[in-house]
């Protein structure tokens, strides 16, 4: 009989619907309670998720509930003391990111979970999309030869007027650091997944609409430390796209080898050109539901599957600070306007 996970999950804003539904579909796993501070607000996803309880207070909820593990899907500034508090009562941690507000307090979060003897992971999902999967094989296969270069243009069309943002999350507004700091983290650990630990960074960063708080544009260009690949990501969520979904890869992606190249398009489609060949497209299995090809079931499926195995998570706390370490060198490239080394 397999082991069954007993969780809780903290937050009810607008990401946390794909968590509660993709927790449902893992047989492995009960979520039994949900703490929000307006019930109002939680009753839906109890209803659709078979959620039974609520609470107001996390502390409560840990107590009453003694589950196996806690999902935190809260602003990052609440982090460290609901992982210090299920850490205390050894509680595993699924947490969201943004990590926390800084680096040192990500560091701190780590160095609690480490100190307690809990299973921490970091809710990273993008290296968990069925399409860096499967071009992580490609590459693996050495289908395209030895990499040398990867472009990652994204482009959002959700952050231009007065209106930016409001609809869907609004608390983007008042980031003083928003396109690096909220998303661009996302990117930063997939070119990890995919190359290799980075090097170097040189950054342009720069506010494009008046009526936010932090940078919204970003052409970053990164080294590797293993070869002399490097990558470009030219981003920004002011400029609209011309592509159907701009939420499913959130953006168009190419990966140049000695042999070809890699593509992946904005609806999925990945294509493999061999230099002196067409372009084909290359099939795997993609599911396109809950939320960008269903990386979060993927994310948390890897989370259960490595509690049940003993395993390490892909994006612990000590390999999720590497990638922190390269969006801190970010910001500090584009203040200084050189080249930064990753220490």
Known sequence: MNKKFKGVGIGAGYF?????????????????????????KAKP?????????????????????????????????????????????G?????????????????KIVEVAKNAGIRFMVHENWRFQPWHREI?????????????????????GD???????????????????????????HFIDTFRFLGGEISRVFAHLKKLNPVIAGEDFALVNFEFAESDKLAIWDANRYNEPNYENPRLTFGEFQIDGLKGSIRLYSNGKITIQKL????????????????????????????IDCLLKGEEFET????????????????????????????
């Open 16 to 40: 946390s619907p794909f968590q509660y539904e993709a927790w449902q579909r893992i047989p492995e796993v009960e979520i039994t309670a949900l703490c929000n501070r307006d019930l109002e």
């Open 45 to 89: 996803y109890m209803e659709k998720y078979g959620i039974a309880s609520h609470y107001t207070d996390y502390r409560e909820m840990i107590e009453a509930e003694k589950p196996d593990f806690v999902d935190i899907i809260t602003p990052p500034e609440t982090h460290l003391e609901m992982t210090k508090f299920a850490a205390d009562h």
């Open 91 to 107: 509680i595993d941690v699924i947490c969201q990111k943004p990590l926390a507000p800084s680096f040192e307090e990500s560091q």
């Open 136 to 156: 992580k094989k490609l590459i693996q296969n050495e289908e395209i030869g030895q990499i040398h270069f990867m472009n990652w243009r994204k482009r959002m």
């Open 159 to 185: 952050g231009w007027g007065a209106n930016a943002y409001i609809p869907r999350q609004p608390y983007f507004r008042d980031y003083p650091r928003l396109i690096v700091y909220e998303n661009g983290i």
């Open 276 to 303: 002196g060949k067409p372009e084909t497209e290359h099939p795997y299995e993609m599911q396109p539901i809950n939320f960008s090809g269903d990386c979060v079931y993927t994310t948390q499926r890897h989370f």
């Open 316 to 343: 612990n706390g000590n390999e999720y600070l590497k990638s922190l370490a390269v969006q801190e060198a970010v910001y500090k490239s584009a203040e200084t306007g050189m080249p930064e080394k990753i220490n």
